[in-house]
């Protein structure tokens, strides 16, 4: 089991930049890749960033390429996720998941998920 709690959501102008973090409790966390998805109001929960166990390939919905940088640190149990550039479309409930997906964006591939955080642009 692994249980996953986001943090460093909140409320940011338009070009600004969050950094978001995932914390990890369970001894298997270094085993799993992790990803990050958003949903915006009314809206589907999206891919947005995979990175795998080691943390030596990562994946991005091409739309936001070149502004979020998804890392981790598995010796403190740590998923991060950069966001530069922030506009107002970025606004949404950011989550992380952690699992062995066959298929990286999709959501169904994923066992363990956070409750989320809430991030929000203003222009």
């Known amino acids: 089991q692994v249980q996953l709690v986001e943090s460093g959501g909140g409320l940011v102008q338009a070009g600004g930049s969050l950094r978001l973090s995932c914390a990890a409790s369970?001894?298997?966390?270094?085993?799993?890749?992790v990803a990050w998805f958003r949903q915006a109001p009314g809206e589907e929960r999206v891919f947005v960033a995979w990175i795998n166990w080691s943390g030596d390939s990562t994946e991005y919905t091409d739309s936001l390429k070149g502004r979020f940088t998804i890392s981790r640190d598995n010796a403190k149990s740590t998923a991060y996720l950069q966001m530069n550039a922030l506009n107002p479309e970025d606004t949404g409930l950011y989550y992380c998941?952690?699992?062995?997906?066959?298929?990286?964006?999709?959501?169904?591939?994923?066992?363990?998920w956070g409750q989320g955080t809430r991030v929000t642009v203003s222009s």
């Open positions: 998941a952690a699992g062995i997906p066959w298929v990286h964006s999709d959501v169904k591939e994923y066992n363990y």
């Open positions: 369970g001894r298997r966390f270094s085993t799993y890749a």
